[in-house]
């Protein structure tokens, strides 16, 4: 089979088809998946996410090594890291610094997707537009005019409009802090964040509709990122489960760590029981609790 963009997205989808956290039977995300073309997201020269023998990232040159490049955008488990400190380190070479931006990993986006479930008509706000990807494939599924999208950083927010434009998509996508919502466009059917947060910022809520759906990463004292699935009750609290286990960037303003028991946790919390853990927000903060717990 010829190396070309179509066939390493059809053999990245089926790969994805026979997995348990891949489409699981969702057919509109598998005939967006298949759409939109990853590979126009992708910047030329990006970083693989693991350290290489000399403890810097490698850089991936679409120039310089086409295939390789190729190859490694449709890899079902592999982010590709953007921007590495905020912009201060260029993509000439291999490097080391603290990721902050990075097209997610085909998996880490239909896992999102998957459970964020919008349907066409639902009015998205996504936060963390980065190369602009997840943003057209929800524009694939709701309508572009229902998305927006927002990105802190100025140059990537660009970036991302440019090769959204391109493909004739024209979703709302702004610069600006995503932990502020964008309230001339709310309420939301869906708020999508793909930066994680160790609290749900309060405007998130107050833009959701009643019945509505959030999906964000959450820090825990695990170790790792979990995926939280809230749903709107109408009266200004929502409430809902951790999904899945995933590990995203964290939003600009909340890169400083806190102690958990500040952030809802329940002191005696273990690894094994996040699926047993419910979570509420609402105007007093967030809480979690056991599930069996009064
Ligand atoms: C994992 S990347 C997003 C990947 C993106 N969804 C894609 O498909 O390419 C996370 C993004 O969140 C952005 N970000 C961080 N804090 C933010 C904030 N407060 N508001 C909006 N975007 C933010 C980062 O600049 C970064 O581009």
Redesign the pocket.
């Known amino acids: 089979m010829p190396l070309t963009a179509e066939n390493l997205r059809v053999r990245c989808a089926e790969e994805m088809s026979h997995h348990p956290r891949g489409f699981n039977g969702c057919g509109w995300l598998r005939d967006a998946f298949l759409t939109v073309p990853r590979e126009h ?1 992708v910047p030329d020269r990006v970083w693989w996410p693991a350290r290489g023998e000399d403890g810097r990232y490698r850089l991936y040159d679409r120039v310089r090594q086409p295939r390789a490049w190729l190859k490694a955008v449709y890899l079902p488990g592999v ?1 590709l890291i ?2 590495i400190d ?1 912009g201060s380190v260029a993509p000439t070479g291999p490097a080391d610094g603290a990721f ?5 990993a085909p998996g880490a ?1 239909v896992e999102l997707l998957r459970h964020l479930a919008p349907e066409p008509g639902h009015t998205v706000l ?10 057209a ?1 929800l524009a694939h599924r709701a309508g572009a005019d229902h998305v927006t999208t ?4 100025a140059r ?1 927010a660009h970036h ?1 409009r440019t090769r959204l434009h391109a493909l004739g998509l024209r979703p709302h996508a702004i610069t ?4 502020h919502g964008h309230p001339p466009r709310a309420p939301y059917d869906r708020i999508l ?3 994680s947060v160790r609290t749900v910022p309060p405007a998130w809520l107050d833009q959701l509709r009643p019945g509505g759906l959030l999906l964000a990463p959450l820090d825990t004292p695990f170790g790792h990122d979990l995926l939280l699935r809230l749903e709107a009750d109408g009266v200004g609290q929502a409430h809902g489960r951790f999904v899945a286990p995933v590990e ?7 890169r400083t760590p806190r102690p958990y028991a500040d952030l809802g946790w329940p002191p005696d919390v273990t690894r094994d029981q996040w699926q047993h853990l419910h979570v509420t927000v609402g105007p007093a903060g967030q809480r979690i609790r056991h599930a069996l717990a009064p």
């Open positions: 997201f982010p953007t921007q905020d902050t931006s990075s097209i997610s986006v996504e936060i963390g537009t980065g190369t602009g990807y997840t943003t494939l927002l990105e802190i950083d990537l991302a600006g802090d995503g932990e964040a793909t930066a995203f960037m964290r939003t600009r303003a909340q």
